[in-house]
């Protein structure tokens, strides 16, 4: 087990991605703190958590993700995801506590909505020296289907997976000690491709389409060099 003996602190951790990351780390060995967000709100300083460990890492998961919902909302996008994460880095920085910061492929693309761009703002409060930067994105197995979004834009090119197959590649990242910034995902594809492994029936919108329905720039190609 790779991360014997280590804590870590997770925010987000009963998001869709904090689930997946919290069974991993416990199966590597790690004892994983995963407080709800009424235990803890990241905007807060000081934090007013009870931990009962110190953690050597602290995986800032916590984010508002509505990046439709960030264009209008931009005050609570910009409080969580910028101040929240300022706030987080500072814990960890009192800690002594290495940072793992879960930020976006959409920071790669320009030019940016909202939601990337309080992403990229994010990602200044993290030590490329010491912390970690993971830019990557993801979607649930049911984010498609007959009682989901029974549509997809086309073509979109990315290296988005399954929530299960990226969160094993940040723990990956994690067990390997890495710092700086990893791009994380799989093969390039469009997300076509992706939606068909669990829908086939997937209907296509052409990405023509896609800024007048979203109200933002629609990115076309989020594709990055992987580093896994």
Same mark, same amino acid.
């Given at each position: 087990?790779?991360?014997?003996?280590?804590?870590?602190?997770? +925010?987000? &951790?009963?998001?869709?991605?904090?689930?997946?990351?919290?069974?991993? @780390?416990?199966?590597?060995?790690?004892?994983?703190?995963?407080?709800?967000?009424? #235990?803890?709100?990241?905007?807060?300083?000081?934090?007013? @958590?009870?931990?009962?460990?110190?953690?050597?890492?602290?995986?800032?998961?916590?984010?508002?993700?509505?990046?439709?919902?960030?264009?209008?909302?931009?005050?609570?996008?910009?409080?969580?995801?910028?101040?929240?994460?300022?706030?987080? +880095?500072?814990?960890?920085?009192?800690?002594?506590?290495?940072?793992?910061?879960?930020?976006?492929?959409?920071?790669?693309?320009?030019?940016?909505?909202?939601?990337?761009?309080?992403?990229?703002? &994010? #990602?200044?409060?993290?030590?490329?020296?010491?912390?970690?930067?993971?830019?990557?994105?993801?979607?649930?197995?049911?984010?498609?289907?007959?009682?989901?979004?029974?549509?997809?834009?086309?073509?979109?090119?990315?290296?988005?997976?399954?929530?299960?197959?990226?969160?094993?590649?940040?723990?990956?990242?994690?067990?390997?000690?890495?710092? &700086?910034?990893?791009?994380?995902?799989? #093969?390039?594809?469009?997300?076509?491709?992706?939606?068909?492994?669990?829908?086939?029936?997937?209907?296509?919108?052409?990405?023509?389409?896609?800024? &007048?329905?979203?109200?933002?720039?629609?990115?076309?190609?989020?594709?990055?060099? @992987?580093?896994?």
């Amino acid at each position: 087990m790779r991360l014997e003996g280590k804590n870590i602190l997770i +925010s987000g &951790g009963n998001g869709r991605l904090g689930k997946e990351l919290v069974s991993l @780390l416990k199966q590597e060995g790690a004892s994983v703190m995963s407080p709800a967000h009424q #235990e803890w709100d990241c905007t807060l300083r000081p934090c007013g @958590l009870a931990m009962p460990s110190q953690p050597d890492i602290i995986i800032h998961a916590a984010a508002y993700t509505d990046v439709k919902g960030a264009e209008v909302d931009k005050n609570d996008c910009q409080y969580l995801n910028v101040e929240g994460t300022r706030r987080v +880095s500072k814990l960890a920085y009192d800690l002594k506590a290495k940072l793992v910061y879960i930020s976006s492929d959409y920071v790669n693309v320009h030019p940016m909505g909202f939601y990337a761009f309080t992403k990229k703002a &994010g #990602e200044s409060f993290v030590s490329k020296r010491k912390g970690l930067i993971i830019r990557t994105s993801f979607k649930p197995r049911d984010h498609w289907g007959e009682d989901a979004l029974q549509g997809v834009f086309h073509p979109v090119y990315t290296n988005c997976d399954w929530v299960d197959v990226i969160a094993k590649k940040i723990v990956d990242a994690i067990c390997q000690e890495r710092t &700086g910034i990893a791009n994380i995902g799989t #093969e390039r594809k469009t997300l076509r491709d992706l939606a068909r492994e669990e829908y086939p029936d997937v209907k296509t919108i052409p990405v023509e389409e896609a800024d &007048g329905m979203v109200g933002y720039i629609y990115p076309r190609d989020t594709c990055a060099e @992987l580093t896994i």
